[in-house]
């Protein structure tokens, strides 16, 4: 047994830095910030994600060759083309480019059967 004049006092904690003084070099980061990852780009923004106009598009273009053409038709031809301008300009993060054109071709298909099915009704 140890006498207790022989016993140091434990040393006390240290003190915290001073508030905007920076962290020691070796002390981890605060949680939820960014960490860099060293060399390189970074990480990917994500999968690109399909454009709902140009969905639009399509589907129009297609239910148009089935009932109510003109609406239809002119509904696929304006979806389309806004899908398109806006694909473009979104720099990779929208995709669905096919289907905007898809409903570009459809509409006036559907628009120029619905002039025939009438002449020939008539």
């Given at each position: 047994m140890v006498p207790m004049s022989d016993q140091?006092?434990?040393?006390?904690?240290?003190?915290?830095?001073?508030?905007?003084?920076?962290p020691p070099p070796d002390a981890p980061p605060p949680?939820?910030?960014?960490?860099?990852?060293?060399?390189?780009?970074?990480?990917a923004a994500g999968p690109a994600k399909n454009n709902?106009?140009?969905i639009a598009s399509m589907v129009c273009g297609i239910v148009g060759l089935i009932v109510f053409a003109v609406v239809l038709g002119t509904l696929a031809i304006i979806f389309g083309g806004v899908a398109l301008s806006r694909i473009n300009s979104s720099n990779g993060?929208?995709?669905g480019k096919n289907m905007a054109i898809a409903g570009l071709v459809?509409?006036?298909?559907?628009?120029?059967?619905?002039i025939i099915v009438l002449n020939a009704v008539t």
């Open positions: 140091q006092p434990p040393d006390p904690e240290p003190a915290p830095p001073p508030f905007g003084a920076p949680p939820g910030q960014w960490q860099p990852q060293g060399y390189g780009y970074g990480m709902g106009l140009a993060t929208q995709k459809l509409g006036p298909i559907d628009i120029i059967l619905w």
